[in-house]
């Protein structure tokens, strides 16, 4: 009973704590005094709106031109459409410029002035001050919207978007916004200068744009392979990750996640996927503010635990819901579509196996090599919690995608043929990330723990090596051959022949053996690197003084 009484207890402090950190935030309050005392903000605000009258009074202008529009209703039905998308995708653009500068350089400012060392006086903890830049920013974001609605409401009496989709899509625009601030805020953290703090953050912002944008371009392929503009295509989203992009706001109107069971609105997946993305982007940026704070890996790695498990399921619930896996007459949809769930589901976790696995010096922060196994350094960032925790989120996010399948009443399809290919295409996976995460370990070591962010750029350097050079090698060397001994040494080259192939009964073998030959692999370099870090301790403990170390 106790025990039950302290869980609520930590949760009514949990649940208090995210209300104070906005409406007792002392930062938010000085943030926009300053923004309100400045004049440059009412010159960004007149040229933002001056802008806007111009691209509408142009568009509108581009729609009454036209005698064809004026004839034919069908016609000018799609003219207002082509006048609203104008409209929007304008807005759209300059919010995508303006909010990574709100926040770019909102942590390098108090670094360089000088005033970050008075906030080190003051109770205020990192969640504080970061949760109050943040909601000042987005505060002027939301400004900036509110003043262009009576704009864009000449979409609405023109007859070309209900007034409905125009509010769904200006709140898809501003959780987008929401994360671009956060993007460029966790930028602004790590970075040493304004300069390179807004250079970083325009580039970070641009390839999150391009890649959540790829999404947005399967969704229209996905959407054609499923049926066709006639089918589902404008009624379901398949991939509901796209809503973190605020181009999103096009297709957001009129479609639903399918998850099977329940039909939810898009635009509330995406304000809650939006939510949750900014607070874990804050979580990770806590870390490096310098402010008397707690811990907030736990907190970090904890979000993660819960995060990707559900990003898989709600990646792969939609679209095992349009098209499962074994339907008769969709052969060359599920190729498709078991190559895009693999690809969207696997990907990031592997990209983050790449990132925690390295260790070393952060800013005159001692991180000893304490061995490759330890369960209960998982929460941590000791090099020995790398391995528990991204084998703990593996097993989740694996269990995850069989639920989706059982959810989505494909498990029950599965025949021996289809379990093989399942379980080789799990050690594949598996092998790759043990790869990934023994280069990090090795990497590390070799630089003998003197610098994370050596060790990192280090790991990015091989795995970049090990992905594109047996491809340079073949376009060198190789270019008339259809198989190169370049290409047989592909990392990649077992996943592309597999869907290439779909019916070549050697493919669970192929799987198998490069899956079991990268496994072993990693666990070598992981061990190797593991007996090093403890002759390197012992070296320590005894002072080196007998020059064996």
């Not at 400045?38 to 605000?45: A, I, K, N, P, T």
Request: proline content about 4%; some cysteine; hydrophobic content about 55%.
């Amino acid at each position: 009973m106790a025990v039950i009484r302290t869980a609520l207890q930590d949760w009514r402090k949990y649940v208090v704590g995210i209300f104070t950190q906005i409406l007792a935030n002392p930062v938010i309050g000085r943030e926009l005094r300053v923004r309100v005392r400045l004049g440059r903000g009412y010159l960004l605000q007149a040229a933002y709106l001056a802008f806007m009258i111009l691209i509408v009074a142009l568009a509108y202008e581009w729609v009454v031109s036209d005698e064809n529009n004026l004839r034919n209703p069908f016609q000018m039905q799609n003219a207002l459409k082509g006048f609203y998308f104008t409209v929007l995708g304008t807005l759209i653009a300059l919010i995508v410029l303006i909010a990574p500068a709100l926040t770019a350089n909102a942590i390098t400012l108090e670094r360089e002035r000088k005033t970050i060392d008075l906030l080190l006086a003051t109770p205020l903890t990192a969640r504080h001050l970061l949760t109050g830049k943040l909601t000042a920013s987005f505060a002027f974001i939301v400004l900036l919207l509110a003043l262009t609605l009576p704009v864009n409401a000449v979409s609405v009496l023109l007859g070309g978007v209900s007034f409905g989709d125009l509010l769904r899509a200006y709140l898809i625009v501003a959780s987008g916004a929401l994360v671009l601030c956060s993007i460029a805020l966790f930028t602004s953290v790590y970075a040493r200068t304004s300069t390179m703090a807004v250079l970083w953050s325009y580039l970070r912002v641009g390839a999150f744009l391009l890649l959540s944008s790829a999404l947005l371009v399967l969704q229209g392929g996905m959407g054609g392979m499923m049926g066709g503009a006639g089918g589902g295509a404008a009624v379901n989203l398949y991939f509901p990750a796209a809503l973190l992009n605020p181009f999103s706001a096009f297709i957001v109107a009129d479609t639903e996640v399918n998850l099977i069971r329940w039909q939810i609105p898009s635009w509330i997946v995406g304000v809650a996927l939006c939510l949750l993305f900014t607070r874990l982007v804050l979580t990770s940026a806590a870390r490096k503010v310098g402010l008397y704070d707690k811990d907030v890996m736990p907190s970090l790695r904890r979000q993660l635990l819960v995060l990707l498990p559900g990003y898989v399921m709600l990646t792969a619930i939609p679209l095992l819901a349009t098209a499962p896996l074994g339907r008769a007459g969709v052969a060359a949809v599920d190729a498709t579509l078991t190559a895009v769930l693999v690809i969207l589901c696997v990907a990031p976790f592997i990209v983050l196996a790449a990132w925690i696995a390295p260790f070393g010096k952060d800013d005159d922060k001692e991180c000893p090599n304490d061995g490759i196994f330890r369960l209960s350094k998982m929460f941590t960032a000791a090099p020995s919690g790398a391995l528990p925790f991204l084998t703990t989120l593996w097993v989740l996010m694996v269990g995850a995608f069989l639920l989706s399948l059982y959810w989505a009443g494909t498990l029950a399809a599965f025949d021996i043929t289809l379990w093989e290919f399942s379980i080789t295409m799990t050690i594949y996976l598996t092998g790759m990330w043990v790869l990934f995460w023994g280069i990090g370990r090795f990497c590390s070591v070799l630089l003998k723990g003197a610098s994370l962010v050596g060790a990192r750029a280090l790991v990015l350097g091989v795995i970049t090596a090990i992905i594109t050079l047996p491809i340079i090698l073949h376009l060198l060397f190789f270019v008339d051959a259809l198989n190169s001994p370049a290409m047989a040494l592909w990392i990649f080259t077992p996943f592309y022949e597999v869907f290439a192939n779909m019916d070549n009964s050697e493919n669970p073998i192929q799987l198998f053996v490069w899956g079991a030959a990268m496994l072993i692999l990693g666990a070598i370099l992981g061990m190797l690197t593991g007996k090093r870090g403890k002759e390197e301790s012992r070296c320590q403990e005894s002072g080196g003084g007998d020059g064996s170390c």
